[in-house]
DNA sequence: GTCTATAGAGCGATAGAC
DNA sequence: GTCTATCGCTCTATAGAC
C-alpha cells in the first residue's frame, strides 16, 4: 500500500523545498543548506531519501520539464479545430506559466549546460512527430484553408511568444512600468494576441 | 594615451576568458580557477585586475546586457519605413544570436535573480519610449495602414519568436532531428518566417 | 605585474548516537 | 528516521617573494 496521509512525510517536504530552491537559483546556486533550511529537516535526511545533489536535482529536473513540454504536447494532439486548439495552447500555456514563472528559465538554463540524452526517458520526439497537429497542418495546407507551414516553426513562433515575457520579466516590466498586477494584465492581454498573430500568418496568402 | 597595441594585455585576456566561462556556465557555475586558466593567468591576477568576482561579473554583464538590448534599441530608432525595420530587426538579431548563442540564456538566468536597479545605468526605458518605432506604429495606425498595435506587446512577440530558439536549441534541435548545419538553416529560414508573422498580424484587420 | 603558497569560509557527504 | 558533529574538499581572496 502506498502511503496516502495528506499530512506531508519528511521525503515529500524536502522534494518540494528542492523543488523551490533549485528553481529560484539553479543548481549552482542551489545549497544542500537552504533547502534543508527550507523543508525544515537537515542536510543528512536530504541526503538520505535521495542519495546526494546530484540525484535529487535529476528528479527534480526531469520532473519539471516533463510537465514543461507534456502541457503543449498534449494540447496538440488533442483532435478538434485548429483554431480552437492555438487559443487553448496560449490561454492553457499562460495560466500554467503564471502559477510556474521560474520553469522556462529555469529549464532552458540547466539544459544548455548538459545537453545530454535525457530527451529519450521523456520520449518526447515521437510525441511531436506523431501528433495530429502536423497533420492537421498538412491536410489543411492542401485543402488552402490555411498557409503551407512547417510545423516545427509555427510551434517555436507559438511558444517563444508565450514563454519570453516570462523569462524577460525584469526587463519587460521594468520598461513598460508595470507593477505585478499590471504586469498579469500584459500577459493576459498576450493570449490575445499571441492568438490573433498566429492565425494572421495562418491565413493563405 | 590609450594602449593600442594589437598584442592583447593581461587584463584585456582576463576579461575575455571570464566573458566566455561566465556565459557558458552562469556566475555561479562559473570559478575563478576556470578563468584564470581559460586566460592562461593566475586568479591572483584576475584579483589584481578586476578586485573579486563579483565585480568581474559586473562589469560583463552590464556590457552583454548592453548589447543584448542595444542592438534592438539602435535598429527600432532608425527612420526607415516599418516593413524594412521589422526585417532589419529578424536579420540582425538572428545574425548576431549566431555569434553569440549564449547570450540570451545568460541574461535572462542573471536577471532572474538578481532583478535590480541595473536599468537606470543603461538608460533602457527612455530609448524604448522615445523611439520612432513608438510612434512610427501609432501614426500607421491612425492612418490605417496597419492595425492598431501595442509597441511593448509588438516587440516582445518578436523578440520572442527570435531568441526562443536559441535559448531552446537543445529541445528543438533534437526533435526536429538537426545536426548544427540544419539548426542553422532552421534559423535562417526563420528570419523570413517571424518577418512574415509580424507582417501579417499588422495587416489592417 | 606576476607568481606561489596559504588563509579562511563554505560546500557536500557521512559517521554515529538516539 | 532523525539529529549533531565533523571530515575532506573546493572556493575566493590575499600575503609576500620576485
Known amino acids: 500500500m502506498k502511503p496516502k496521509k495528506t499530512e506531508q512525510n519528511t521525503e515529500q517536504m524536502i522534494k518540494e523545498a528542492a523543488k523551490k530552491v533549485f528553481l529560484e537559483r539553479g ?14 529537516t537537515t542536510m543528512a535526511m536530504v541526503n538520505y531519501y535521495f542519495r546526494g545533489k546530484e540525484q535529487l536535482f535529476q528528479r527534480i529536473f526531469l520532473e519539471t520539464m516533463g510537465v514543461f513540454l507534456g502541457k503543449v504536447i498534449s494540447i496538440l494532439n488533442e483532435e478538434v479545430p485548429l483554431e ?11 495560466d500554467f506559466l503564471q502559477a510556474n514563472p521560474h520553469v522556462p528559465v529555469f529549464v532552458l538554463a540547466e539544459l544548455q549546460k548538459d545537453s545530454s540524452e535525457i530527451f529519450e526517458k521523456l520520449n518526447v520526439k515521437s510525441l511531436i512527430e506523431s501528433t495530429y497537429f502536423t ?34 520579466k ?4 521594468y520598461i513598460g512600468g508595470m507593477d505585478d498586477a499590471a504586469y498579469k494584465a500584459f500577459l493576459d492581454e498576450r493570449k490575445v494576441i499571441v492568438f490573433e498573430t498566429i492565425m494572421a500568418y495562418l491565413k493563405p496568402v
Chains 1, 2 share one sequence.
Not at 84 to 92: F, H, L, Q, S
Not at 142 to 147: D, M, Y
Not at 170 to 173: A, C, D, G, K
Open 84 to 94: 480552437i486548439k492555438v487559443w487553448k495552447v496560449a490561454d492553457t500555456y499562460t
Open 27 to 40: 543548481f549552482d546556486g542551489a545549497k544542500l543548506r537552504h533547502i534543508a533550511e527550507e523543508s525544515g
Open 170 to 173: 525584469p526587463i519587460v516590466s
Open 135 to 168: 497533420k492537421q497542418l498538412q491536410i489543411e495546407g492542401e485543402k488552402g484553408t490555411i498557409r503551407n507551414v512547417k510545423p516545427l516553426q509555427l510551434i517555436v513562433t507559438m511558444l517563444g511568444s508565450l514563454v519570453f515575457p516570462f523569462m524577460a
